[in-house]
């Protein structure tokens, strides 16, 4: 449990007693103590810890680090989800802490970073490196050092060279049972295996590159359109999905027994992330209908965020394509205070593709600014409870989620896609559309098109030629009526 979380007292986790700091004696003398922060990155990346809020990370950090040293730590470790850049602002702004395990930005640290006398370490995501950290503590003076040789390096690679230890062996598959169970269950019998053959693929489908449309993308969005349809039984004009809720990228088997197969567990991994209301695993798609201009709007909240906080806020589509400036997402920022002014004016174009991008030439529809049609819009709980809190701080950009007949829905819950009674998942869409698809099409070795990205005149340009064209007609003017005197 994170040290900085602020549980409601009736809450469950508030009963459960959960300590937040902890001490470990690992020899006479030597007394690790420990504490963890939830970043400000990752809590604001988390809605649905709501109820629990986390406290200020840096004034939660040196009231830990204070009290365990009273009560007898001489080495500080901080296991924090953060990220390294916030965790080295945190190193720098708090005296005393050894040692800061890292994550949340998925960084493989080939070596450690050091703030200070802070070591940070982060061993990547997925189980990809094993993270290995030795460390010599001097009593004399209570200086902690790395000592890792060469012969030891920091991460080691979790691949097929580390063998399966018998007994853990033996656990993993008692679990592996318990959920293939779990799947078929899911499934309604179609999947029973998580290693399951669901698509044969003869290339990597890449989540890359960062900021921009991917394959990988193009791929999930298509996924919950055409199953979004089947389940809805209304055709899906447009489907969007943010770069954050997609982990990772579609890679084949390499070992020649099964080279090329994509497993549902290889699926499911890359994009399960969240929970809806059920509690069960995986966001649920939820349908909605909005105007053209709400879409539009949408794809400039994306391209607004993305330049503001990064790619986990870049938004993949389908059923769209569209021309964009990035540099025009923010018009300026207020001197000093460094406050960005979103212009509203990223998107140049935007278009809705009518027919089947893997099937040949398509028509591309004019979405025109100000359109009020009506469209079918299918996307993952998250954003859809995220969105519409966008007008809270930028009107100009509010949006209102509402059902087929054009009227605004009540809650969000009202408009999850629900099939035979049940939530349905967005990493089921993916994994249905693969396992309808049978073979990975070629159109998902590139990208197609969707987002182009360009350069255009900076907006803050425009003022500045109107004053500089206000002040030469002025000057003009002023020469004009001296002559005439």
Same mark, same amino acid.
């Not at 569209?322 to 278009?351: G, K, Q």
């Given at each position: 449990?994170?040290?900085?979380?602020?549980?409601?007292?009736?809450?469950?986790?508030?009963?459960?007693?959960?300590?937040?700091?902890?001490?470990?004696?690992?020899?006479?003398?030597?007394?690790?103590?420990?504490?963890?922060?939830?970043?400000?990155?990752?809590?604001?990346?988390? $809605?649905?810890? #709501? +109820?629990?809020?986390?406290?200020? @990370?840096?004034?939660?950090?040196? %009231? &830990?680090?204070?009290?365990?040293? =009273?009560?007898?730590?001489?080495?500080?470790?901080?296991?924090?989800?953060?990220?390294?850049?916030?965790?080295?602002?945190?190193?720098?702004?708090?005296?005393?802490?050894?040692?800061?395990?890292?994550?949340?930005?998925?960084?493989?640290?080939?070596?450690?970073?050091?703030?200070?006398?802070?070591?940070?370490?982060?061993?990547?995501?997925?189980?990809?490196?094993?993270?290995?950290?030795?460390?010599?503590?001097?009593?004399?003076?209570?200086?902690?050092?790395?000592?890792?040789?060469?012969?030891? $390096?920091?991460? #080691? +690679?979790?691949?097929?060279?580390? @063998?399966?230890?018998?007994?853990? %062996? &033996?656990?993993?598959?008692?679990? =592996?049972?318990?959920?293939?169970?779990?799947?078929?269950?899911?499934?309604?019998?179609?999947?029973?295996?998580?290693?399951?053959?669901?698509?044969?693929?003869?290339?990597?489908?890449?989540?890359?590159?960062?900021?921009?449309?991917?394959?990988?993308?193009?791929?999930?969005?298509?996924?919950?359109?055409?199953?979004?349809?089947?389940?809805?039984?209304?055709?899906?004009?447009?489907?969007?999905?943010?770069?954050?809720?997609?982990?990772?990228?579609?890679?084949?088997?390499?070992?020649?027994?099964?080279?090329?197969? #994509?497993?549902?567990?290889?699926?499911?991994?890359?994009?399960?992330?969240?929970?809806?209301?059920?509690?069960?695993?995986?966001?649920?798609?939820?349908?909605?209908?909005?105007?053209?201009?709400?879409?539009?709007?949408?794809?400039?909240?994306?391209?607004?965020?993305?330049?503001?906080?990064?790619?986990?806020?870049?938004?993949?589509?389908?059923?769209?394509?569209?021309?964009?400036?990035?540099?025009?997402?923010?018009?300026?920022?207020?001197?000093?205070?460094?406050?960005?002014?979103?212009?509203?004016?990223?998107?140049?174009?935007?278009?809705?593709?009518?027919?089947?991008?893997?099937?040949?030439?398509?028509?591309?529809?004019?979405?025109?600014?100000?359109?009020?049609?009506?469209?079918?819009?299918?996307?993952?709980?998250?954003?859809?409870?995220?969105?519409?809190?966008?007008?809270?701080?930028?009107?100009?950009?509010?949006?209102?989620?509402?059902?087929?007949?054009?009227?605004?829905?009540?809650?969000?819950?009202?408009?999850?896609?629900?099939?035979?009674?049940?939530?349905?998942?967005?990493?089921?869409?993916?994994?249905?559309?693969?396992?309808?698809?049978?073979?990975?099409?070629?159109?998902?070795?590139?990208?197609?098109?969707?987002?182009?990205?360009?350069?255009?005149?900076?907006?803050?340009?425009?003022?500045?030629?109107?004053?500089?064209?206000?002040?030469?007609?002025?000057?003009?003017?002023?020469?004009?009526?001296?002559?005439?005197?």
């Amino acid at each position: 449990m994170a040290t900085n979380a602020q549980i409601p007292t009736e809450h469950a986790l508030g009963k459960a007693g959960i300590e937040r700091t902890t001490i470990k004696e690992i020899a006479p003398g030597v007394r690790l103590g420990f504490f963890s922060v939830m970043g400000e990155g990752a809590a604001d990346v988390a $809605p649905l810890a #709501v +109820p629990v809020t986390f406290a200020d @990370p840096v004034e939660t950090a040196r %009231a &830990a680090v204070a009290e365990l040293r =009273q009560q007898g730590a001489n080495v500080i470790i901080a296991v924090n989800h953060a990220g390294v850049e916030e965790d080295r602002a945190l190193a720098k702004a708090v005296a005393g802490i050894h040692v800061i395990i890292s994550a949340h930005s998925h960084t493989a640290l080939s070596a450690p970073q050091l703030v200070g006398e802070t070591i940070i370490v982060q061993s990547g995501a997925y189980l990809q490196y094993a993270g290995v950290l030795e460390l010599s503590f001097d009593r004399a003076t209570g200086k902690v050092a790395v000592r890792n040789q060469a012969a030891q $390096p920091f991460l #080691v +690679p979790l691949d097929d060279r580390v @063998p399966e230890d018998p007994l853990f %062996a &033996a656990k993993v598959g008692n679990y =592996q049972a318990e959920l293939n169970d779990y799947v078929a269950a899911l499934s309604g019998g179609r999947f029973t295996d998580i290693a399951q053959t669901v698509i044969v693929s003869d290339f990597k489908v890449t989540d890359g590159p960062r900021m921009r449309e991917s394959p990988f993308g193009n791929f999930v969005t298509d996924a919950m359109r055409a199953i979004g349809a089947e389940a809805t039984g209304r055709p899906v004009d447009f489907a969007i999905q943010a770069n954050g809720n997609i982990r990772g990228s579609i890679v084949p088997a390499s070992s020649t027994a099964v080279k090329g197969n #994509v497993s549902w567990y290889d699926l499911v991994s890359l994009i399960g992330l969240g929970s809806g209301p059920d509690m069960g695993p995986g966001y649920p798609l939820v349908s909605v209908y909005l105007t053209g201009e709400e879409v539009r709007r949408i794809l400039e909240v994306g391209a607004l965020l993305s330049q503001l906080m990064g790619d986990s806020y870049f938004l993949q589509v389908s059923g769209l394509r569209y021309t964009y400036d990035p540099e025009r997402a923010i018009v300026a920022r207020v001197p000093f205070a460094n406050i960005p002014i979103p212009s509203t004016r990223a998107v140049l174009r935007a278009y809705r593709v009518v027919g089947d991008e893997m099937a040949g030439p398509v028509t591309l529809v004019p979405l025109p600014r100000g359109d009020t049609t009506l469209y079918h819009v299918v996307t993952d709980y998250y954003l859809a409870k995220f969105l519409p809190m966008v007008r809270e701080r930028l009107p100009m950009l509010g949006l209102v989620l509402k059902n087929e007949d054009g009227q605004e829905i009540g809650h969000i819950d009202e408009a999850i896609v629900r099939r035979d009674g049940q939530e349905l998942k967005v990493w089921q869409t993916v994994v249905e559309f693969a396992a309808t698809l049978g073979t990975m099409p070629e159109f998902y070795q590139t990208t197609a098109g969707r987002i182009v990205e360009v350069q255009t005149i900076p907006l803050i340009v425009y003022p500045v030629l109107l004053v500089v064209g206000v002040v030469a007609g002025g000057v003009v003017l002023v020469r004009r009526i001296r002559r005439r005197r």
